[in-house]
């Protein structure tokens, strides 16, 4: 009996660990997830709006190729 609480505590200890480690390996990443997610944004604005000037669509299918790229 003694032997399995001493192996939950180290599981418990080894989960700890895994944890934090992923907490860290997110905090490192989420500057790049920010970064990819605002070109993604802007890549796509700059699209849209090239479209629009090159066709002068009209409002509607304006609308309509929004939810095409939805």
Do not use: G, W
């Amino acid at each position: 009996m003694k032997f399995l609480a001493m192996k939950t505590v180290h599981v418990d200890d080894v989960e700890r660990e895994m944890y934090k480690k992923v907490k860290q390996d997110i905090k490192k990443k989420i500057p790049y997830l920010f970064l990819f997610f605002f070109m993604f944004i802007s890549f796509v604005f700059i699209i849209f709006s090239f479209l629009r000037f090159f066709f002068k669509f009209s409002s509607c299918n304006v609308f309509l190729l929004i939810l095409f790229f939805i």
